[in-house]
Antibody
């Protein structure tokens, strides 16, 4: 059974960085691409970036380029998303999601990141 | 910048049929965008409903169906039930590893 388990909620000050983890079980990270999606309070889903199997590189949404880094530790089957220079608008639930064949089949439970002074 | 459009809200009576759509601010949605659909209830992670236009995900009831209608992707619920009262999101694959979500549709069943 595939599971994606994310790290716990975080509270950060403006300007700080946050690193969210996503540990997979039931498969290995090398088998699928991992993506990150966020959802601000009361708002819709927003794709932040993910690994592109076709090109073998991580692709970031233009909005987050220069501020986000997505990495993977295949030895522990854990994916990470680090977002820097946090501002209040980054307050959101952050989800990891594994990619099936051109869709997101499994999702983590979400990690609430609150940015507040 | 590519914008994916969805109806902000929709209402359907129990047992009724409703079609939610997923379009592009400029251009037409085709199967080449691999449209997929997700259901989300408050406080929960999204759940995959439909992939590659019309392939139901595991465990999804057959009252859910996907298609291309005109220049949009569509999710049809035939015989809506109370538990279908949720938010629905589509996402399109733009190529080059890029994806974009629609703004979501809040479906009310009453």
């Amino acid at each position: 059974q595939v599971q994606l388990v994310q790290s716990g909620a975080e509270v950060k000050k403006p300007g700080a960085s946050v690193k969210v983890s996503c540990k997979v079980s039931g498969y290995t990270l090398t088998e699928f691409s991992m993506h990150w999606v966020r959802q601000a309070p009361g708002k819709g889903l927003e794709w932040m970036g993910g690994f592109d199997l076709e090109d073998g590189e991580t692709i970031y949404a233009q909005k987050f380029q220069g501020r986000v880094i997505m990495t993977e530790d295949t030895s522990t089957d854990t994916a990470y998303m680090e977002l820097s220079s946090l501002r209040s608008e980054d307050t959101a639930v952050y989800y990891c999601a594994s990619e099936g064949v051109y869709y997101f089949d499994y999702w983590g439970q979400g990690t609430l990141v609150t940015v507040s002074s | 910048q590519t914008v994916v459009t969805q109806e902000p809200s929709f209402s359907v009576s129990p047992g009724g049929t409703v079609t939610l759509t997923c379009g592009l601010s400029s251009g037409s949605v085709s199967t080449n965008y691999y449209p997929s659909w997700y259901q989300q209830t408050p406080g929960q992670a999204p759940r995959s409903l439909m992939s590659n236009t019309d392939t139901r995900s595991s465990g999804v009831p057959d009252r859910f169906s996907g298609s291309i209608l005109g220049n949009k992707a569509a999710l049809t619920i035939s015989g809506a039930q109370a538990e279908d009262d949720s938010d629905y999101y589509c996402v399109l694959y733009l190529g080059g590893g890029m994806w974009v979500f629609g703004g979501g549709t809040k479906l009310t069943v009453l």
